[in-house]
Every structure is written in C-alpha cells, then in structure tokens.
C-alpha cells in the first residue's frame, strides 16, 4: 500500500490548515474593526499581516500557569483533544475532483472512509471533551461551569444536527463524502446548481445553527461567556496551552465552514465549468480554487454573524434546541420524504 | 424612582416575519456588512496627532507675559487643588505686583486635570493648555518645577480667549 502520497496530503492539508488558523485569527480582528469602524491590527509588517506570528511568539513566551489543585494530568491533555479533534475531522473532507498527474490519479481527500460523514458526527462531538476536561480539571467554578454548559449544548443540537443531516443522506443515499459532493453536480431546471442549499433549505438553516452551537461560536458562545463566567472553561489556561484553545476554535471553524460547503453548497463543484471547455487538470484545480473561496465566503459568514448577533441566555438557548430546531430538523426529514416518494 | 415602577417593557405584539427571526438576523447583518464600507474613526496615534479643541483641559502651565510670570504667588490654587498636586512658595519682588513664586511645583503624577487651580486664579496665571502627552520612566521626572509651567503667553492666547468668551 502506498503511504507516502497520504503522509504528503495529510502534511499539505496541516500546513494549509493552520496557515488559514492563523491568518483567520488575524482576518477576524480586522472584519470586526472595520465593522466598529476602527482599523485593527496594522502595524506589525505591512498592513498588519505578521501579527499572527507576533501573537504566536507571545503565547509561546508566556509563562505556563497550572494551579496547584488542578488535575494536573487532564489538565494539559484537554487542549490537546481539543486541537487533535478540530484537526482530524478534515481528513475526511474531499476537497477537489480526482485530479490525474504524473500518470496517477490522485483522490484530493486524505482519507475515503465510506461512512465519512458518521466520521465526521462522531469527532465533531468529540471536541466537546476537552471543553468539559479543561473545566473539571481546572478546579474553578467558573470552568466547571463552562464546561458543564458545553455539554449540555452539545447533546441538545447534536440532535437537530444529525437530523438535518438525514435530509442529505437521503437525497444522496451515501454515507461517502465525495459521492455526496458528486451528487450535487448537476442543476435544477437547468441553471441553479443542484445543491443541498437549495434543494433543502430548512436542513441547511437547522444545520448551521446547530454546527454554530457545536463550535461554541457566538451567539452560542456559552461555555466562555466572559460576561457570565470569566474566561469560561479556559480560565485556568495560560501560554500555548490557551494558545492550543484558541487554535481549535479557529480549526473547529474551518472544519465547519468545510463541511457546509460540502453538505449544502456543492462542495467543489464549481458551477457550469464544464461549458466553458477548460483542460481536465485546470478544471480540477478550479474546483479546489472554488471549494477554498466557498470556505472563506462562510468563514465571513461566520464572522460577520459573530459581531452582529448578541449571546442567547442559557434558557433561551435550550428552548431553541429543543422546542424549535428539533421539530424542524424533524419537519425536513418528513418534506424530504414527501418530496422523494412523489 | 422606585424599583417597582421601573417595569420592564417588553414588545408583545411581534410579527409573524419577527418571530421567524431569521429575517430580522439578515437586516442586522446588511447592516454590520453596511458598517464595514464607512470610514473609521480611528486617528493613527504616533503620526497622526489629536489637535485639541479649546475647551480642553491639558496639562496646567504658568502664563508668562514680558518674560515674568503672571502669578502672584497667593497660594489659591495650591489651597484648591483636590489631588494636593501643587507647592507655591512666595517671595517678594520689586516689580509692581510684590510678590512672586520663589517656587512653584506640580506634581504630574498627582495631577488629575481638574481645572480647579485655572478657574481659582485671580490673576489668570495658571491655566490648562493642550497639551496631553505626559509619560514618564520614573517619578522625579513628573515633578514639573517654573521652568517647565512656565509658558509664553502667545502660546495659551486660545485658552485665554476661551476663558474671557466664557466669563
Ligand atoms: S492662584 Fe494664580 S496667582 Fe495664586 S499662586 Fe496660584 S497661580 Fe499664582
Ligand atoms: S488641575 Fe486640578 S489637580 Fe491639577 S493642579 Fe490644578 S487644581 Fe490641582
């Protein structure tokens, strides 16, 4: 079996991805500047633009605090699941066509589960983990309590998540990644691209609310409310291990703008290319041009929503899980089925 | 007012389009996406600097006038000062008014730019100017004596004009 080319896709696909954590940090300082009309980082290198290893140089010389009644142990490893989980859940997102080079046909995903988007459900929810270590293990209220909320969130949209996805499965009747991207390669009456979005819209609205929950984004941000609980579960954490927190976070959502694109915007189909009589190679390299800007545009998204939205309260946030995304999730699956039997 | 009077108002009577919610989620973000597009407010701090208006209060300087300074040491703004930031000591001098400061300090760090000791004056020989740069490495620096107050009064004259026009 060939283990080079995955070791190489697996140290492209980190590279890239932390590369892109680092500058989304950076790109989510300015958007949220210049949407309170300010300028935000600008003056380490040109327009800002080395800030990122400025502020990864300062987290790495910061003195590393672990208090003396924490459990020392899982401690240190929550960041650790945190990070490993938000990284791993990219290896199964495809992210071009097979490209043909060098008289190889390369799949552009790092690994082809065939159960890929379980894969996907069950580390997502794994991330939850290391919030709710890192707040026992803190031994401090207020990290116990974020770390408590955190769970409680999770189980109350993971629900509604895996619901909405049903209506995708259905449409595309795999459980494979790729195949789910294939799938939304054709149109609909002939000029809207035929992607989950549109053929589901009530599945993508349930399932981006619930993946915001799942990355603990605002307006879902609860288990670190800072207003309520300090810093919340990372309260305790100092130097990289905060630094590895923080990384997380920014991976958790690239990996969720990935997965949206792949489920619901066409993944990287890139619309009506094949009119426009480009090489085999230059379509397929296309493609993951289109499935890298598909992710910044719903990484904008995920920013622009983060300055624009307040935090829900914890009662609201509960009732909305379970009083109104479960019924909806609930309603796609029955309209889905409607739709398919006709 | 009384804590139960101050209820709490809540707005009932939500459209279907409200309740929805998502509609009302779009118009914030058209209007956050709208916020990026207009100019920021920002002024870029070490090239850029902010030109004080009049009616601001900097730091308090000693109003020169024919190369002596105005103040006849009364000892009023030393009396008035809450933060206890000034020490006037006087001496006498041939000049007309007969009295000056031998010396007269102010403390920077204890300072708080209340404008007490300007508005106290009898003889509008100590006033705020505008400037607001005033750091310092260590205390003795802070410790500003005459020949730091000490200010020609061309310098003030907007301040100046500003007191008179709002006598
Ligand atoms: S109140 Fe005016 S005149 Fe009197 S000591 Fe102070 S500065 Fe001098
Ligand atoms: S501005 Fe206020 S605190 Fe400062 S020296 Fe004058 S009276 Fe004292």
């Given at each position: 079996?060939?283990?080079?080319?995955?070791?190489?896709?697996?140290?492209?696909?980190?590279?890239?991805?932390?590369?892109?954590?680092?500058?989304?940090?950076?790109?989510?300082?300015?958007?949220?500047?210049?949407?309170?009309?300010?300028?935000?980082?600008?003056?380490?290198?040109?327009?800002?633009?080395?800030?990122?290893?400025?502020?990864?140089?300062?987290?790495?010389?910061?003195?590393?605090?672990?208090?003396?009644?924490?459990?020392?142990?899982?401690?240190?490893?929550?960041?650790?699941?945190?990070?490993?989980?938000?990284?791993?859940?990219?290896?199964?997102?495809?992210?071009?066509?097979?490209?043909?080079?060098?008289?190889?046909?390369?799949?552009?995903?790092?690994?082809?589960?065939?159960?890929?988007l379980?894969?996907?459900l069950?580390?997502?929810?794994?991330?939850?983990?290391?919030?709710?270590?890192?707040?026992?293990?803190?031994?401090?209220?207020?990290?116990?309590?974020?770390?408590?909320?955190?769970?409680?969130?999770?189980?109350?949209?993971?629900l509604s998540m895996g619901l909405s996805i049903i209506g995708v499965l259905m449409i595309s009747s795999s459980l494979?990644l790729?195949k789910i991207v294939?799938h939304q390669?054709n149109?609909l009456m002939?000029?809207i691209p035929k992607w989950n979005i549109f053929l589901q819209p009530l599945g993508c609205i349930t399932f981006v609310v619930a993946y915001?929950?799942?990355?603990?984004?605002?307006?879902?941000?609860?288990?670190?409310?800072?207003?309520?609980?300090?810093?919340?579960?990372?309260?305790?954490?100092?130097?990289?291990?905060?630094?590895?927190?923080?990384?997380?976070?920014?991976?958790?959502?690239?990996?969720?703008?990935?997965?949206i694109?792949t489920l619901y915007l066409g993944?990287?189909?890139?619309?009506?290319?094949?009119?426009?009589?480009?090489?085999?190679?230059?379509?397929?390299?296309?493609?993951?041009?289109?499935?890298?800007?598909?992710?910044?545009?719903?990484?904008?998204?995920?920013?622009?929503?983060?300055?624009?939205?307040?935090?829900?309260?914890?009662?609201?946030?509960?009732?909305?899980?379970?009083?109104v995304m479960l019924p909806l999730a609930i309603l796609n699956i029955i309209i889905t089925g409607f739709f398919i039997l006709l | 007012?009384?804590?139960?009077?101050?209820?709490?108002?809540?707005?009932?009577?939500?459209?279907?389009?409200?309740?929805?919610?998502?509609?009302?989620?779009?118009?914030?973000?058209?209007?956050?996406?709208?916020?990026?597009?207009?100019?920021?407010?920002?002024?870029?701090?070490?090239?850029?600097?902010?030109?004080?208006?009049?009616?601001?209060?900097?730091?308090?300087?000693?109003?020169?006038?024919?190369?002596?300074?105005?103040?006849?040491?009364?000892?009023?703004?030393?009396?008035?000062?809450?933060?206890?930031?000034?020490?006037?000591?006087?001496?006498?001098?041939?000049?007309?008014?007969?009295?000056?400061?031998?010396?007269?300090?102010?403390?920077?760090?204890?300072?708080?730019?209340?404008?007490?000791?300007?508005?106290?004056?009898?003889?509008?020989?100590?006033?705020?100017?505008?400037?607001?740069?005033?750091?310092?490495?260590?205390?003795?620096?802070?410790?500003?004596?005459?020949?730091?107050?000490?200010?020609?009064?061309?310098?003030?004259?907007?301040?100046?004009?500003?007191?008179?026009?709002?006598?």
């Open positions: 079996m060939n283990i080079i080319e995955p070791l190489i896709k697996i140290a492209l696909v980190l590279l890239i991805n932390l590369t892109t954590v680092a500058y989304l940090v950076y790109a989510e300082r300015r958007v949220s500047a210049f949407i309170q009309n300010r300028v935000g980082p600008n003056r380490v290198g040109p327009m800002g633009l080395l800030q990122p290893v400025a502020d990864i140089v300062k987290l790495f010389f910061k003195e590393d605090i672990v208090p003396t009644a924490a459990n020392k142990f899982v401690h240190s490893l929550a960041p650790l699941i945190s990070l490993i989980v938000a990284l791993s859940t990219f290896a199964v997102i495809p992210f071009g066509n097979t490209i043909h080079l060098f008289g190889h046909d390369f799949k552009l995903m790092i690994a082809d589960v065939n159960v890929g379980l894969y996907l069950a580390l997502s929810s794994l991330g939850v983990y290391g919030i709710t270590l890192s707040g026992w293990s803190s031994n401090n209220k207020y990290s116990l309590l974020g770390g408590l909320r955190s769970s409680a969130q999770m189980i109350s949209y993971e494979q790729d294939v390669g149109y002939g000029f915001f929950a799942e990355t603990n984004r605002l307006p879902f941000d609860l288990p670190e409310a800072e207003p309520e609980l300090v810093g919340g579960y990372h309260t305790e954490y100092s130097g990289m291990k905060f630094g590895l927190f923080f990384l997380a976070e920014y991976a958790n959502m690239i990996t969720a703008s990935a997965v694109t993944g990287w189909q890139f619309p009506f290319i094949e009119n426009f009589g480009f090489s085999p190679l230059a379509v397929s390299l296309l493609q993951v041009a289109a499935f890298g800007v598909k992710i910044a545009l719903v990484l904008l998204f995920f920013i622009i929503v983060r300055w624009t939205i307040p935090r829900f309260r914890y009662d609201q946030l509960m009732n909305i899980g379970w009083k | 007012m009384s804590l139960e009077k101050s209820t709490i108002i809540r707005k009932k009577d939500l459209s279907l389009l409200e309740r929805l919610y998502i509609p009302e989620i779009v118009k914030g973000m058209t209007l956050t996406i709208r916020q990026m597009f207009t100019p920021t407010f920002t002024t870029q701090y070490p090239e850029e600097r902010f030109q004080p208006p009049a009616s601001f209060r900097g730091r308090p300087v000693l109003v020169e006038e024919h190369g002596v300074e105005r103040c006849v040491a009364c000892g009023l703004c030393s009396r008035v000062c809450p933060a206890l930031a000034i020490e006037v000591q006087a001496g006498e001098t041939e000049l007309g008014k007969e009295r000056y400061p031998e010396k007269f300090e102010i403390n920077m760090i204890r300072c708080i730019f209340c404008g007490f000791c300007e508005e106290v004056c009898p003889e509008e020989a100590i006033i705020m100017s505008q400037e607001y740069e005033l750091a310092f490495t260590n205390p003795q620096d802070a410790l500003f004596g005459k020949d730091k107050l000490l200010v020609p009064i061309e310098k003030v004259q907007t301040r100046l004009d500003f007191l008179r026009s709002n006598r």
